[in-house]
């Protein structure tokens, strides 16, 4: 079974979120489980710097571009690479979707529509790599074009597309279905068009042959309007062709046990050891250093899904309360600001890194109490499963996957000693505030707090477990079922 994943970026050479550590670590982990996978990216700048030296393999020339395939190996793995290399389009300075400053490229359309027909000319073997692709694995809306253009085509691999985030849709005018000369016939409704706008996301939700979301609650949620980002109507239509399968944590990336880029490692049996992790820290974060203090930490995307908002409104609920707050994420520029403004007033117990780093997050991970996720939805969640590998107790919105992967502190399920974490259900600052009172009392009972957190470290969500889920998702659409 030859699979094509596709994704806009993959773990080490290009990540901006959870996407990043999926396309980094499925692929291996499917490759594991029999498949024969092979990933393609575009060739960003920072991507290309990391697999210097690869001769190109064929040149194709599209849409008044000229593209080169590289073939390298994903790091770490026996996965087949290949690099999408277009100099106008990917080699520049910034992010692969935003500049700088946190403004779309205003050519994305072009990027990623040029992206897309590669990946089907490579499909056709128009661009001879010689490698028949029995499935195409598109991933979020960069890759929506892939199934919709696939259509077109008498001999076509099958679709698989998953979502990773409703909330981006890859929307532009009508300007860009012209210049990237997509058929007409595809502007309607029932195809591309969503409100009089070119929707790359509506290619894979239409057109592929199966959609699968990143856990079993959000593809739930996708099919009502309060999470359905105005597509729950065509996802209910689709609901038959639509499924829930949770991600996985590395085991490897993300293990107290070796890590490192902690102060120290530790496991269950030396949890005294993670004390060291705060301590280091705390004077990173420039709070007060006192292993007694509960330190709740945060790594995450500065966006509106997260409900970084809610926790600057909890502050202020949370004033005669002995507590700490470590921050770490990068994003929107007013909540950068309304950040600072609070850690400016209340030096001692909130602190933040505005900054996007990898060794950082693994210490904010091990070295806090609890991990704060009050995100408004969540279509999986990743570091809610590296807190929980962490014995770092998540606290969490009961949506989309945080609610299938943190075992609440009910009375059951701590009498049951599976409790692993804190949920609340209202989307409110008290309600958030409520849920870090109580995680303070469960802190505060030293025997049930070690408990929670050995429930936690014992919890399984590896990527073998969900590549055999794939596995036999790309079976069931291979044999027409
Ligand atoms: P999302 O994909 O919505 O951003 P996830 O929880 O699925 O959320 O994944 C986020 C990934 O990005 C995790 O691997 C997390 O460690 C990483 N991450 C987010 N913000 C930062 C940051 N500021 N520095 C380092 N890593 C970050
Ligand atoms: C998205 C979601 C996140 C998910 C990640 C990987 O960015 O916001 O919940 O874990 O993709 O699937």
Redesign the pocket.
């Known amino acids: 079974m030859n699979i094509l994943f596709v994704a806009s970026e993959a773990h080490p050479l290009i990540k901006t ?3 990043g ?2 396309a980094g670590y499925l692929p291996p982990a499917l490759s594991k489980s029999g498949a024969s996978v092979c990933v393609a990216i575009p060739g960003y700048t920072e991507v290309l710097e990391k697999i210097p030296g690869f001769k190109p393999l064929d040149r194709y020339h599209i849409d008044g571009f000229s593209v080169d395939i590289i073939e390298s190996r994903l790091p770490n793995s026996d996965v087949k690479l290949w690099v999408v290399c277009c100099p106008q389009l990917f080699e520049r300075e910034g992010g692969p979707y935003q500049d700088d400053e946190g403004r779309d490229w205003p050519d994305n359309a072009l990027r990623f529509g040029v992206f897309a027909k590669v990946i089907v000319a490579i499909t056709q073997n128009w661009i001879e790599l010689d490698w028949p692709v029995d499935l195409v694995h598109c991933n ?1 809306w960069q890759t929506g074009l892939i199934p919709a253009l696939l259509k077109l085509q008498t001999k076509a691999p099958a679709t698989l597309f ?1 979502i ?2 409703l ?2 849709q890859g929307l532009f005018p009508y300007h860009d279905f012209a210049r990237l000369q997509l058929p007409p016939h595809l502007w309607t409704h029932h195809a591309l068009e969503f409100h009089e706008q070119l929707s790359f996301l509506k290619g894979g939700l239409v057109f592929a042959d199966r959609i699968n979301t ?2 079993p609650s ?1 593809a739930e949620e996708i099919q009502t309007r309060e999470f359905g980002c105005g597509l729950d109507g065509l996802l209910r239509y689709r609901s038959e062709a639509l499924s829930g399968i949770l ?1 996985g944590a590395d085991t490897q990336q993300w293990n107290p046990a070796t890590d490192a880029y902690l102060a120290s490692t530790y496991n269950k049996s030396t949890l005294t050891k993670k004390a060291i992790n705060k301590l280091a820290l705390q004077a990173l974060f420039e709070l007060p250093q006192d292993k007694t203090i509960p330190l709740f930490s945060v790594v995450t ?1 500065l966006t509106q ?1 997260k409900g970084i908002d809610l926790i600057l409104d909890a502050i202020p609920m949370l004033q005669n309360t002995s507590l700490q707050f470590a921050i770490l994420g990068t994003g929107d520029k007013r909540l950068e600001l309304r950040l600072r403004n609070c850690a400016r007033k209340h030096r001692d117990r909130f602190a933040i890194k505005l900054a996007y780093n990898e060794s950082w997050a693994h210490l904010a991970i091990a070295g806090a109490d609890a991990f704060l996720m009050p ?1 408004r ?6 570091t809610q499963l590296y807190s929980l590998r962490y014995g770092t107790i998540p606290v969490v919105h009961a949506v ?2 945080l609610m299938d992967t943190v075992i609440d502190a009910s009375a059951d399920n701590l009498a049951a000693k599976k409790a692993n974490g804190v949920q609340y259900k209202k989307d409110t600052a008290k309600s958030l505030v409520r849920a870090i009172q109580q995680t303070l009392k469960l802190y505060d009972d030293k025997p049930v707090w070690k408990s929670m957190q050995r429930a936690a470290m014992q919890q399984d969500f590896s990527w073998p477990t969900a590549a055999e889920q794939y596995m036999a998702l790309y079976k069931q659409i291979l044999s027409g079922n």
């Open positions: 979120g959870g996407l550590d999926v979020d998953t990773h985030n909330a981006y990143v856990s959000y991600n995307r899904q995100s939805f969540e279509p999986c969640g990743l989309g996957g």
